[in-house]
């Protein structure tokens, strides 16, 4: 126990005479927490506009006000014709064109019924489709006023129709960042844990005082604790941090309890830790551990549902975000933040972390050896 | 019991396909209080010996014990009760002196005040920068303290990997003191070192070359194997004297030592008149030959050569 207790005095007091310190507790929780939730941003704004206007009548000029009044278009482009409409695609100064054939007040008021053309430039996928959708949705709007203008309406509708009407449960605005930021949380309490430790074990081989332990009677499992336990402390106190900039800046105040976001993030840190350790064990070099846990952590961090929702993914992508901690992580935290889970709720989660930790911890500790 | 006893030790680096053969069945034991100096270039494996007595690294074959217990079985046992000063300065560097010693004695289970006799006269040396990180002493600051840290848990056998390399002549003559004045408290010392003149400085010595031992003997023991004349020449034109001694039939060898030329005859006999014939066969200023008494290096090169 003695022995711990030195081994744990000697990490902290190296950990805390890093100069980097400093920067690694507060500033790049800041920064990540400051600017990424405003940069990964769903909602898509600006799409550039680019119309064809063959008409000319005022049914189209006021089409196109109400398209570019929504405020998620912007009128880059007006051309006389599709070609020319196109080549604004080409040279990327519009996302979207617009083409409004001849005639289309004449057809829409004695017809009953006109054609729109919408063309999108889908190299960004999600661009296109929520523009089109975007766009898509201000024409039936722009429908409905016309028919209410023109038609007297029958007092009863001669065709039920079935109104939806939305009720957001959780996140009632919608608010992306309520959703990101807990996540970015996960993605830097993860950072800390794998990177750091296994860059730490590294940095006693490089330096031979590994060999200085390995002589001595010290116990595997005392060096590995005296590991583990700055690190874990480490973590928690940047896990604080960014809580405390979520409140602040964003003012997300968990549904659920603190408590329970440490208590999942203890159990979470044993098996991200232990997966820093292990990567430790197989590095020789500080540049190799780097570059392992920076792949380890990238993919990890893909695949856990922080960006792209995980019931999108493939079968088979699927199957690996349930290998991946990282993606209980972020769902239980968005559980709890914002639906207000409870231990009770995130039971399973606990239990697949607490085996993660397991086998992590376990290959590590058989990989470490004190002699070769 | 001899403190440290080494039977046929084999140990084989295999690196792709190539095999290399650092250790080729080594013996040898060191007796209780002596320095066991283990002298030879780098790469002779004497660091691989080390590693194995010290139980970091098992043995390919054969079989070693230190202070009795098996390396490979007990070496739980003998990690308490050896100090081993690896080549390269592996303390923390980012802790300071007295931390460095205060968490070395911590993990051996023992404290700085009871074996504080030890290293009392190595560490007055460094205690005015006690409170400095150990990364910013300088070198032959950085072994004494290192020495200290392999000592402060009283081992019994004491092994130093090469404690002198890149240490002045004047931290080197210091520390030889220190080993002498540790001798005296009967740890037993085991010291590798690729420098010849502080064999003479050792109790005993192996030389080892190529993971193969040539000699184990007491410094005048090695000399005295050295059975032919020794002749030292010199001239002002030392390159053309090498080469045309080189040339000469009858020399066995001939080194270029310092200021002279070391040589050996095939058949001792009549060594002057012959060095004199080459030295008048071509163009010398101030020709010198002298007989001189053989040193460990001329004894290396010589084992070397057989």
């Known amino acids: 126990m003695r022995a711990l207790k030195f081994l744990l005095q000697k990490e902290l007091r190296q950990i805390f005479r890093d100069p980097s310190i400093f920067f690694i507790l507060f500033i790049m929780p800041m920064i990540q927490l400051m600017v990424l939730p405003l940069a990964a941003d769903y909602e898509i704004k600006n799409i550039n506009l680019g119309v064809v206007n063959h008409d000319h009548s005022g049914y189209s000029r006021k089409l196109i006000n109400k398209i570019v009044s929504s405020g998620y278009f912007r009128l880059k482009d007006y051309s006389s014709t599709f070609s020319q409409a196109l080549r604004g695609i080409e040279l990327d100064k519009t996302d979207l064109v617009l083409e409004i054939p001849a005639q289309f007040e004449r057809k829409l008021v004695k017809e009953n019924e006109s054609t729109i053309l919408v063309a999108a430039n889908a190299i960004n996928g999600v661009k296109a489709g929520l523009g089109s959708a975007y766009i898509q949705g201000i024409i039936g709007d722009f429908n409905q006023d016309v028919r209410m203008q023109w038609i007297q309406a029958p007092r009863f509708n001669p065709q039920p129709t079935i109104d939806v009407e939305y009720s957001d449960w959780y996140n009632p605005d919608m608010n992306y960042r309520d959703f990101m930021v807990p996540g970015i949380l996960v993605m830097l309490v993860t950072m800390i844990g794998s990177s750091f430790a296994s860059n730490n074990i590294v940095r006693e081989k490089e330096m031979g005082t590994i060999e200085q332990i390995n002589v001595s009677p010290i116990k595997k499992t005392q060096f590995i604790l005296g590991k583990l336990i700055p690190f874990w402390m480490l973590a928690l106190a940047v896990l604080t941090v960014g809580l405390f900039i979520a409140r602040i800046f964003y003012g997300i105040v968990p549904l659920g309890h603190y408590l329970t976001i440490y208590v999942f993030a203890s159990i979470y840190l044993l098996a991200i830790l232990g997966l820093g350790l292990l990567m430790s064990t197989y590095a020789q070099t500080q540049q190799q551990s780097m570059l392992v846990s920076f792949f380890v952590t990238m993919v990890f961090n893909l695949l856990s549902g922080l960006y792209t929702p995980i019931e999108s993914m493939p079968q088979w992508a699927q199957i690996i975000t349930r290998l991946n901690p990282v993606s209980y992580f972020i769902e239980v935290m968005r559980m709890v933040v914002l639906k207000g889970s409870g231990l009770a709720d995130i039971k399973y989660q606990i239990l697949a972390l607490l085996g993660f930790a397991v086998f992590f911890n376990g290959w590590a500790i058989v990989n470490y050896k004190k002699r070769s | ?306």
Not at chain 2, 58 to 84: E, H, L, P
Not at chain 2, 107 to 117: P, R, V
Not at chain 2, 182 to 199: H, N, W
Request: charge should be positive; glycine fraction near 8%.
């Open chain 2, 1 to 306: 019991m001899k403190p440290v006893v080494v039977e046929n030790i084999v140990k084989v680096y295999k690196q792709k396909r190539n095999v290399i053969e650092a250790l080729k069945g080594v013996s040898f034991a060191v007796e209780k209080g002596e320095i066991f100096g283990i002298i030879g270039p780098d790469g002779a494996g004497k660091t691989s010996l080390f590693r194995i007595l010290t139980t970091l690294l098992i043995a390919a074959s054969g079989k070693a014990t230190v202070d009795g217990f098996d390396v490979v079985k007990d070496f739980k046992q003998i990690r308490n009760r050896v100090g081993y000063m690896p080549g390269r300065f592996s303390l923390y560097q980012d802790l300071t002196v007295e931390e460095n010693l205060e968490f070395f004695a911590t993990i051996f289970g023992t404290t700085i005040q009871k074996n504080y006799h030890l290293i009392k006269d190595i560490y007055q040396q460094i205690e005015p920068f006690k409170t400095r990180r150990a990364g910013q002493l300088s070198g032959g600051m950085k072994q004494k303290l290192a020495l200290c840290c392999s000592l402060i848990h009283k081992p019994s056998v004491l092994f130093l990997d090469e404690p002198t390399t890149g240490v002045d002549a004047v931290s080197r003559k210091e520390f030889w003191e220190m080993l002498h004045r540790l001798k005296e408290d009967g740890i037993t010392i085991l010291v590798s070192t690729p420098y010849m003149d502080e064999a003479g400085l050792c109790d005993r010595v192996a030389l080892i070359q190529k993971g193969e031992m040539l000699s184990i003997n007491t410094p005048a023991g090695i000399t005295n194997e050295f059975k032919k004349p020794l002749w030292a020449v010199r001239a002002n034109e030392m390159h053309q004297l090498l080469m045309a001694l080189k040339e000469d039939p009858g020399v066995e060898s001939c080194f270029p030592f310092g200021q002279q030329h070391h040589v050996v005859f095939k058949q001792p006999g009549n060594d002057r008149q012959r060095l004199e014939t080459v030295m008048n066969t071509g163009q010398y200023t101030n020709p010198e030959i002298r007989s001189i008494r053989p040193n460990i290096e001329d004894c290396f090169m010589a084992l070397m050569k057989q």
